[in-house]
């Protein structure tokens, strides 16, 4: 387990002494050696694409990078954008690393995995549940974002509990989002 740390207990003294910590190689934050093992993201995604089109009111789109994602454009190999009557829209950017950025509702983007080097070792299994609440959350009607002209704050709502965030924007930067607004989506509509 990355940031561990490993205790032993000193009997001649009765207490726990610090021998080492488990913390990964300072090389390893920018070294990545199996990024293929993220391509199960992207193909559980593609499987998430084609099961809210078979389930729910929404077709899909080709999207561009530059348009949905603006500030995410390198490495970009495509886009697919699900435009839901009312609900959520939700965009996903598959990217050559192998990995998936999702944009749901106006504001919210996360990148699956969030970083994947070594260091950060994520498991790709995680990286999907992880994935399928953020979607879900769009679909099941539980995301909520609010832009002010200082923040950009998201709620919502998973099988791991409430998750929200809240990201304090440089001066006059909101312009770039459009106007203040709050949204609290509702679902996606079944077929």
């Known amino acids: 387990m990355v940031g561990a740390i490993r205790l032993r207990r000193s009997f001649a003294r009765g207490m726990l002494e610090t021998v080492d910590t488990d913390q990964p190689d300072h090389e390893a934050y920018g070294r990545v050696t199996n990024p293929e093992r993220y391509l199960a993201v992207v193909h559980a995604a593609q499987d998430k ?4 089109v078979k ?11 530059s348009v949905d994602f603006p500030e995410w454009t390198s490495g970009a190999e495509r886009v697919v954008r699900l435009q839901p009557k009312g609900g959520a829209p939700l965009a996903l950017m598959f990217t ?14 996360k990148a699956f995995p969030a970083c994947g080097c070594d260091a950060c070792d994520e498991s790709p299994s995680e990286v999907v549940e992880r ?7 769009a679909v099941e009607g539980s995301y909520e974002e609010q832009l002010t002209k200082r923040t950009l704050t998201y709620r919502y709502a998973s099988r791991r ?5 809240k990201r304090m924007l440089d ?15 509702p679902p996606w509509s079944t077929r």
């Open 49 to 52: 694409v084609d099961d809210l």
């Open 55 to 65: 389930s729910y009111q929404v077709e899909p789109e080709a999207g561009s990078p």
């Open 96 to 109: 050559d690393f192998p990995g998936v950025v999702v944009r749901v509702g106006d504001w919210g983007a």
């Open 131 to 137: 994935l399928n609440d953020f979607v879900n959350a």
């Open 161 to 165: 509990g409430v998750l929200s965030g």
């Open 171 to 185: 001066r006059g930067e909101w312009k770039r989002h459009g106007l203040p607004a709050a949204h609290q989506w």
